[in-house]
């Protein structure tokens, strides 16, 4: 809509004097749609029923003056963008200087002249279609990006889980090993989340880069044999040290991945960690660098009880699954040794939703 046309624009007059209100809606009569007010009370009742592009306000009121009602206009959001033209026989700078500091657009003094409240109210409804059209090309373009980025993310968590899957497909029996760790993992972070050590770290942002990083954590199995990842038996130190380099390759695809980007990526960094530190031990007796403590992504160490808990409730080539209880009884016993005993708390905390998870998403 071109912003000269602006006869479909809604004046509204306030003031206490009738004839007042009668002259200046005869002077603007024909230009603009008109509403008039002759006291603050009915100007805020019709500037909640109605659609107010400019108010002429006069200042000196009884009960609610001028400046009473622009701090109610400009403290509600739905009309702080009207402009207001404060209307006022008095002259002094203290005065003026009050009404723009409460947010007054212009000032029109007493006695009105006709040709210029024309010329005022014209410039202000046209400064006012301005920036209300930039407001909406604003919201446009922001719901734009949003809604862009929204199918970026969509489209990053499906690039993921399919590559998570692609690895997952080298061994049949693992079944829906990936949704499951995945919710493991975030019911840990959100439970760690509520204590004093964590609650500034584990925001609900890194939780969910966490939740989406977790399927990547055996990425590197793809680069490890099908003799020694699928041997239906114990492996020989040997093959054992080469299925232990899965965690290196894991995080050396992730780097090229992110070297090919170009860019930096919260997701592909969470990642890493969880591939490369995933089989690391709280004792340090781990792999692959025998990290320890506090030295382990904290990522990492929610993925290790998570991976382990669900090794061993379901069924490999090398072993029948267990109960929760027995699982529990295994996961309890590397309590300070193999996983971070503020972890095994959060564990025990959310084992309920753990058995609800491991049932949800069974590999039956």
């Known amino acids: 809509m071109p912003i000269e046309k602006l006869d479909d624009c809604t004046v509204l007059l306030v003031d206490d004097s009738a004839d007042n209100l ?35 306000l006069d200042v000196v009121m009884p009960e609610m003056s001028g400046y009473d009602v622009i701090r109610h206009v400009t403290s509600n959001p739905a009309t702080r963008h009207i402009p207001v033209m404060f209307l006022t026989g008095k002259s002094s700078q203290e005065d003026e200087k009050l009404g723009f500091e409460l947010g007054a657009a212009d000032y029109i003094h007493k006695p009105v002249s006709i040709p210029l409240l024309r010329s005022r109210v014209k410039t202000h409804l046209q400064n006012k279609r301005s920036k209300d059209f930039l407001r909406d090309q604003n919201g446009y373009l922001e719901k734009e990006v949003l809604k862009r980025s929204s199918e970026l993310d969509r489209m990053q968590d499906a690039v993921v889980f399919a590559l998570a899957s692609l690895a997952e497909t080298r061994d049949p029996e693992t079944g829906n090993h990936i949704l499951r760790t995945q919710h493991y993992v975030k019911l840990l972070a959100e439970h760690l989340a509520t204590t004093p050590k964590y609650s500034e770290q584990l925001t609900p942002k890194l939780i969910d880069t966490f939740f989406k990083a977790a399927p990547l954590h055996d990425i590197g199995k793809v680069g490890i044999e099908d003799s020694i990842l699928l041997k239906p038996g114990k492996l020989t130190t040997e093959e054992f ?85 027995k699982a529990k009884a295994i996961i309890l016993e590397g309590n300070g040794h193999h996983f971070d005993p503020e972890v095994i708390e959060a564990f025990l905390a959310q084992e309920e939703l753990f058995i609800k998870i491991a049932s949800e998403f069974s590999d039956n």
Not at 25 to 50: C, D, P, T, V, W
Not at 261 to 270: E, K
């Open 241 to 325: 040290e080469i299925m232990k380099s899965h965690a290196e390759l894991g995080r050396l695809a992730l780097q090229k991945a992110e070297q090919l980007s170009g860019a930096h990526n919260d997701l592909i960094d969470v990642a890493k960690d969880i591939a490369y530190g995933h089989h690391e031990k709280w004792d340090g007796s781990g792999y692959p660098n025998g990290y320890s403590g506090d030295d382990i992504p904290i990522s990492a160490r929610l993925m290790a009880v998570a991976d382990v808990y669900d090794a061993l409730i379901c069924k490999r080539v090398y072993k029948d699954p267990m109960s929760h209880e």
């Open 22 to 56: 009668a002259f200046m809606a005869q002077g603007l009569a024909g230009r603009y749609q008109i509403k008039a007010a002759k006291s603050g009370e009915m100007a805020l009742h019709i500037l909640n029923k109605f659609s107010v592009d400019l108010i002429i």
